[in-house]
């Protein structure tokens, strides 16, 4: 028998891309679940198209690139960005929405680059923002919440849903939309945070940040929390940029005038908060590598994301803020190399040979 | 409770240690063929002592140390060396390298030697001596000469014990300590004793090993030897990971632990020593872990040092069948064996059969995500991720500035890796590949310095030709002062004159070599005329070469004469008393120096003399005919001697001759004047020749 020359180590932990992806994919339920509770079909379906149309893009491309495609396909990863993309997206979007933001994220800020692990811009965040800019109408029709709408009516069943999406009748969606709570909060100007806390539907129904909107953050945070605990990714650039929204919010609310910019909980629990803190944030590809420069990329997530809450024109934040770090990543790893064993001084990316030698003839 | 450190990073993969651990420490049946590797160690390769065909006996050496950074082997059992030779030996590439290979006898007759004194009464240095003669090296993997790592220059306060043993399956250290327990504490005092009983003894151990811990503990109480323990982490049995756990401090890079005062030993290498200093014995034999799925009876062996892999393997219950991957070390930084009959040497501490389950097949690598968990289990707290990128497009000046060179190499990297990259073997490749370029630049420096000295070496040379030139010139000069003295002369020829003379002067050897090359001559020409007329006297009357011989003999003889005349005609041209003409006459050198000195003058000066008459003819010949004819005359014999200048010049341009620029000088010199003398003619002819007369 003829003995392998192999070379160390000889094991291998269990934990795989294709394992990672799909953890992802698994701990995204809560706040899909949470989302289809509240608004209906339109979060699955989005989902379903999005994943078709990733698979299908992934798939073209990796063949035009001549690489293995069921190597490429069963990483999972097209998926992730399909299903980020899906729930990231209004539900009861028109299909060609989703599809146009899909194919968008995979060939253009995926494929482009020179595919997995080397975009330097989150695929699914560059897909939403290309839409939000392109087609600020459909992104901006949010549909309200179940517990909100008034009594005996309810929101569009899967065929009714499929539709409105897929355009076939004259079935408008505008009988069940409105803005989101953010939305509706930034335009309370002229009212007290408390006033306006018990007028607007979205709280007189919610109970800490619009109805719905909670639960699906909640749904992401339990989500994340799992992946914390499957040990996906580490505690540090999440918990920073929570930190830091919490404490921007914190900062800024002046006790509830018609000028604030809403209490922290508003901030933690809506919008795309929690999904970005848990399924954005985290990617590894785009964001900070060690754990300090993951402290200062959440950190500066959470501080970009209430600016452009408070003071920006849109309010979809948390894509904007995310695709400005992603810009930023590689410079902060730069900075925040660790010390390695053995060395009296701090690595900086910026070292040359002849820095790293002239540190080791001062120690001589 | 000794306070620990943690230290970054580090994995937990399934020990596996378990099934090794079932049954006690068991022989192995005498292998017929040991196979003993000169080099099983860090540093230069032991020298044999013996040659095939020698009987030895069991602990004779049988290959001293070559230097002070080796180590020596001994017999493991007595028997007859069959052959010195390159065998398969355990070694990452596979490669063979110099064996001694010995058949054993298996009557196992011990060496006779001095009987084992007390270890406290004999000093620190005969202590060391043991270990070296004993050929100890470091038991835990990388086999550096133990003797060497104990005797460093700076003062040492803590004196480590590495029971750490944190690789999965191998259990080596832990049977050990639990069945010789007493013989390690000993083996621990030994060590505090060469050290000159350091402030600190610990022994490092993880907490999986209960039992070994269970069993030292008891036997520790009054001594000053503390027992460690801390939580099991891969690769907390580093040695800068162990020193780092149990004193906080890291070992600086690039640097030995003894510059912290702290030395490190592995329980194994205690072992030895215990079984060198108290019981006479050398390093012969070691504890080995046999484990893995594809062995039925796993376990730790008792196994002499050059037993072939198979031979033990056999032992343990080996199935080929079942076996896909032999690994020699633990699996985290072992490597694998690819011939069965390599043997086990000094550091062999774990032989792994692992099955198909335990070892699957590497997957195919996919792109790095970026997860970054791979710098998340850095024990040297290294970028494995950075480090692979800049690997790939090989950037070394990076790499180097990365701090490529603090890899241990653990495994931990690649062992998280969700993509399946072999960050280790990337490392590995890159590092190979520095020590290359390395290679290459000292290579490079050597070639340059002696470019340099080369270059050097040119200028003085240069410098000395130059200062040789400008000594001919002043004796040029004062040639030409004395040849002024002579009214006569041509004035403008006097420096040609005078550069010619000195030319002379300086290409002509001393008469005095002349005279011994003279009578060199004369004595080759006399030995061939001797040997020519022995050859014509042994020819008989009838023989066909006769002919042949009387030429030879008669040209001989010519050429004798010949020598013999020349070297008359030298001694008689260089001296003027009557006794020097005999050649054979000894003269007191300083006179004889001094005349051929004048000699020399002598006759340069009578060649100028006869240079100068000529001109004075030719001046003579001139004065007669009319001024136009003398213009063109001297045209001519100017045209001529410019000629011959540059058909010199020419001649010496080609043999780079030394003289060069006073030919050149001489070819410009004579241009000049050409051209002079051809205007005047010009003059001459428009005028009329009474005009130019005047």
């Known amino acids: 028998m003829a003995l392998q020359r192999i070379t160390s180590p000889h094991m291998h932990a269990a934990q795989t891309t294709q ?161 989101t709570p953010l939305d509706s909060f930034k335009h309370s100007s002229g009212l007290l945070v408390e006033q306006f806390y018990d007028q607007n539907v979205w709280f007189v129904n919610g109970r800490w940040a619009g109805a719905g909107w909670e639960w699906v953050n909640l749904g992401f945070f339990a989500g994340g929390c799992f992946l914390l605990y499957q040990r996906v990714f580490t505690w540090h650039a999440p918990v920073a940029m929570l930190t830091t929204l919490t404490i921007m ?116 | 409770m000794k306070k620990t450190w943690d230290i970054h990073g580090g994995i937990h993969p399934p020990e596996n240690k378990s099934q090794s651990l079932q049954r006690a420490i068991s022989n192995v049946p005498m292998p017929d063929v040991l196979i003993l590797p000169l080099n099983q160690h860090i540093g230069a390769s032991a020298l044999p002592l013996v040659k095939p065909g020698d009987t030895v006996l069991k602990g004779q050496m049988i290959a001293e140390p070559n230097g002070f950074i080796s180590a020596a082997v001994h017999a493991p059992t007595s028997g007859t060396i069959a052959a010195i030779e390159e065998r398969p030996i355990s070694h990452p590439s596979g490669m063979s390298a110099p064996c001694i ?167 194994g290498t205690v072992y030895a020593i215990f079984r060198a200093v108290c019981k006479g014995e050398p390093l012969v034999s070691r504890i080995t872990t046999v484990t893995g799925n594809s062995c039925r009876t796993p376990g730790n062996y008792e196994v002499l040092i050059g037993t072939p892999a198979v031979h033990l393997l056999t032992a343990a219950g080996f199935d080929e069948f079942l076996c896909q991957r032999l690994i020699l070390g633990g699996p985290m930084t072992g490597y694998t064996l690819n011939d069965l009959s390599a043997p086990v040497i000094k550091s062999t501490n774990c032989l792994l059969a692992a099955d198909a389950a335990e070892s699957p097949q590497q997957g195919i690598p996919q792109a790095c995500i970026r997860c970054g968990h791979c710098a998340e289990v850095c024990p040297a707290k290294l970028l494995p991720q950075q480090l692979f990128w800049y690997a790939r497009s090989k950037d070394y000046d990076k790499l180097a500035a990365y701090h490529l060179g603090d890899c241990i190499e653990c495994g931990a990297c690649s062992y998280v890796c969700p993509s399946e990259i072999p960050l280790v073997q990337y490392y590995r490749a890159a590092k190979a590949e520095i020590r290359v370029m390395e290679q290459e630049n000292i290579a490079a420096d050597r070639s340059r310095q002696r470019f340099e000295y080369h270059q050097e070496r040119l200028a003085k040379a240069e410098q000395e030709k130059i200062a040789k030139r400008e000594a001919r010139k002043k004796a040029a000069e004062q040639a030409k002062l004395s040849a002024q003295d002579n009214e006569n002369i041509d004035t403008e020829d006097t420096d040609v004159v005078a550069a010619a003379l000195a030319r002379v002067r300086s290409s002509k050897p001393s008469p005095e070599e002349e005279h011994k090359r003279l009578q060199r001559a004369v004595m080759a020409a006399e030995s061939r005329l001797a040997k020519a007329r022995a ?160």
Not at chain 1, 57 to 72: D, G, M, N, Q, T
């Open chain 1, 19 to 179: 394992r990672v992806m799909q953890l992802l994919l698994l701990a995204t339920v809560p706040g899909l679940i949470a989302l289809s509770w509240h608004f209906g079909w339109g979060s699955l379906i989005n989902i379903a198209i999005a994943s078709v149309t990733a698979l299908v893009c992934e798939a073209s491309i990796v063949a035009l690139r001549k690489r293995p495609v069921w190597f490429y396909l069963h990483d999972c990863s097209a998926l992730v960005t399909a299903v980020l993309i899906g729930l990231a997206l209004p539900p009861l979007v028109p299909w060609w929405v989703v599809v146009v933001g899909t194919a968008f994220a995979i060939i253009i800020a995926k494929h482009l680059y020179g595919g997995m692990g080397y975009n330097p811009f989150n695929p699914a965040m560059v897909g939403y923002v290309v839409l939000l800019i392109s087609f600020p109408i459909e992104m901006t029709t949010w549909p309200v919440a179940q517990s909100i709408l008034p009594e005996g009516k309810v929101l569009p069943g899967l065929g009714e849903s499929l539709q409105i999406v897929f355009q076939f009748s004259g079935t408008a969606i505008d009988g069940y939309t409105a803005a």
């Open chain 1, 249 to 364: 919010a914190w900062l800024n609310y002046d006790g509830g005038s018609s000028g604030s910019h809403g209490p922290a909980t508003l901030h933690l629990l809506s919008g795309a908060t929690m999904l970005g803190a848990f399924f954005i944030v985290t990617d590894p590809v785009t964001s900070a590598v060690s754990n300090r420069g993951r402290l200062i990329y959440g950190a500066l997530t959470g501080i970009l994301i209430f600016v452009i809450r408070a003071w920006g024109n849109y309010p979809d934040a948390v894509a904007f803020a995310v695709l400005l770090m992603n810009f930023a990543a590689p410079f902060i790893d730069y900075y925040t190399l660790p010390r390695t064993y053995g060395h009296d001084k701090r690595n900086r990316g910026t070292a040359t040979l002849d820095a790293s030698k002239q540190d080791t003839a001062k120690k001589d």
């Open chain 2, 101 to 267: 290979v010995l058949h054993s006898d298996g009557d196992e007759r011990w060496v006779e030697g001095p009987p084992p004194a007390d270890y406290q009464s004999l000093s620190p240095a005969q202590l060391l001596t043991i270990i070296r003669d004993a050929g100890i090296t470091g038991m835990g993997g990388a086999g550096f000469p133990t003797a060497v790592k104990l005797q460093p220059r700076q003062s040492i306060d803590t004196l480590i014990i590495n029971a750490t043993e944190c690789e999965p399956y191998i259990t080596a250290d832990d049977i050990l300590i639990r069945e010789r327990t007493e013989d390690i504490v000993t083996g621990i005092d030994i060590l505090a004793h060469i050290l000159g009983r350091p402030e600190q003894i610990l022994i490092g151990i993880e907490d999986n090993k209960a039992e070994a811990y269970e069993a030292l503990e008891p036997l520790l109480k009054d001594t000053a030897i503390e027992l460690v323990e801390f939580p099991t982490k891969y690769p907390s049995g580093g040695e800068k990971q162990v020193i780092q756990i149990l004193t906080g401090q890291e070992v600086p890079s690039g640097k030995l632990p003894a510059e912290l005062g702290i030395v490190c030993q592995n329980v």
């Open chain 2, 535 to 694: 050859n014509h006297e042994l020819c008989a009357a009838d023989d066909p070469r006769r002919a042949s011989r009387e030429a030879t003999l008669e040209q001989a003889r010519l050429r004798h004469n010949e020598a013999v005349e020349q070297l008359t005609r030298h001694t008689d041209s260089n001296d003027t008393s009557k006794e020097q003409q005999n050649h054979t006459a000894e003269i007191p050198a300083r006179t004889q120096h001094q005349n051929q000195n004048q000699n020399q003058d002598t006759v340069a000066l009578d060649r100028a003399q006869l240079a100068i008459e000529q001109a004075q003819q030719r001046a003579a010949q001139q004065a007669e005919m009319s001024a136009q004819e003398k213009l063109q005359l001297q045209c001519d014999s100017l045209r001529k001697r410019l000629a011959k200048a540059r058909d010199r010049l020419k001649q010496a341009e080609s043999d780079a001759d030394d003289n060069i620029e006073a030919y050149a000088t001489a070819v410009t010199k004579l241009e000049d004047k050409l051209a002079v003398r051809q205007a005047e003619v010009e003059q001459g002819l428009a005028k009329t020749p009474a005009e130019s007369d005047s």
